[in-house]
């Protein structure tokens, strides 16, 4: 089946510092998708990419789609205490009967030092 | 916009009974909604998919007897936990999907079994 590589698997950095976090897959994928999730709750989307190549920013957020619509990246700029919290990435089924299903990498807890 | 719900947040049941979990689209129809489970610390793992008035799909090595799905209406979904054992204690959550195929999470449900 699909599996997603995402790493690194943790990070402890100094507010203000930037971030980066990755996913690569075996499988091609039709959308990546980038969601944070705090303690009890459910995941929150971030941000959506929908075209290899694409590159979309969200605030201090930024993603790629990867070319080979087997990766895909997000970089936080400036990082602030609030984000706090684990990133997971997503890919979305290319077709057949994982259409619309989402595989989930295996989430990257970031921890923010003020 | 893309709100979903759900209910209860917090449960604890004894050991052999049964716990009915909503999942409600606020203000969205979702012709789709997926169910997952999440252990402390992991990654989603994707349960089942249900549709608006059909049965519910169900990942390999997931109990369909155990896991009841009911996808009533295109803005509620239920997932029965049956005879529920210590071992089904977890966060369960549910996301729907937009005409786009955006995913949209619940809060999820954490399921204590004593």
């Known amino acids: 089946g699909q599996q997603l590589n995402q790493s690194p698997q943790s990070m402890f950095i100094q507010e203000g510092e930037d971030v980066s976090m990755n996913c690569t897959s075996s499988?091609?994928?039709?959308?990546w998708l980038w969601y944070k999730q705090e303690p009890g709750e459910g995941p929150v989307l971030l941000i959506a990419?929908?075209?290899?190549?694409e590159l979309t920013s969200n605030g201090r957020l930024t993603a790629q789609f990867g070319i080979t619509r087997k990766d895909s990246f997000l970089n936080i700029s400036a990082s602030i205490p609030s984000d706090v919290g684990i990133y997971f990435c997503a890919g979305q089924g290319a077709g057949g009967t994982s259409y619309g299903k989402l595989t989930f990498g295996q989430g990257t807890i970031l921890t923010v030092h003020p | 916009g893309a709100v979903v719900s759900q209910h209860p947040s917090r449960v604890i049941c004894k050991s052999g009974t049964s716990v009915k979990i909503e999942c409600r689209s606020l203000d969205f129809q979702a012709t789709t909604m997926f169910w997952y489970r999440q252990f402390p610390k992991q990654s989603l793992m994707l349960m089942a998919t249900?549709?608006?008035?059909?049965?519910?799909?169900?990942e390999q090595g997931v109990e369909k007897d155990k896991f009841l799905i009911n996808h009533a209406s295109l803005t509620l979904s239920t997932l029965t936990v049956t005879s529920a054992h210590p071992e089904d204690s977890s966060f369960y959550i549910c996301?729907?999907?937009?005409?786009?195929?955006?995913?949209?999470f619940g809060p999820g449900t954490r399921l204590t079994v004593t």
């Open positions: 499988s091609i994928f039709n959308t």
């Open positions: 990419l929908y075209k290899a190549g």
């Open positions: 249900s549709n608006e008035g059909s049965k519910a799909t169900y």
């Open positions: 996301s729907a999907t937009t005409s786009s195929y955006e995913q949209y």
